[in-house]
Nanobody
Framework: QVQLVESGGGLVQPGGSLRLSCAAS????????MSWVRQAPGKGLEWISH????????MYADSVKGRFTVSRDNAKNTLYLQMNSLKPDDTAVYYC???????RGRGTQVTVSS
């Protein structure tokens, strides 16, 4: 079955960086566009980025544009999210998902605080 396992979250100070990973299995990863979404405390899901199946095209929400970078390694069935210049407003649980579908994994917690 489809499995998506997020990792790499943690506690970081404002201005810091984190790199999230999403390990995919149970489907043909290289043929799917993939997304990152997040859910802040008390709020709904927020789409933040996606990449095409070959990784050549990416898009970002205005809230993260210029600070976050999505990438993928299809040989490793892994999606990444490099997050720089983190802000307290970035605090959330981060999920990966096949584009257009809801998250399936447990997500990884990112907390930005001094």
């Amino acid at each position: 079955q489809v499995q998506l396992v997020e990792s790499g979250g943690g506690l970081v100070q404002p201005g810091g960086s984190l790199r999230l990973s999403c390990a995919a299995s149970g489907f043909s990863f290289s043929t799917y566009a993939m997304s990152w979404v997040r859910q802040a405390p008390g709020k709904g899901l927020e789409w933040i980025s996606h990449t095409t199946s070959n990784g050549y095209s990416t898009m970002y929400a205005d809230s993260v544009k210029g600070r976050f970078t999505v990438s993928r390694d299809n040989a490793k069935n892994t999606l990444y999210l490099q997050m720089n210049s983190l802000k307290p407003d970035d605090t959330a649980v981060y999920y990966c998902a096949r584009r257009g579908t809801p998250p399936r994994g447990r997500g990884t917690q990112v907390t930005v605080s001094s």
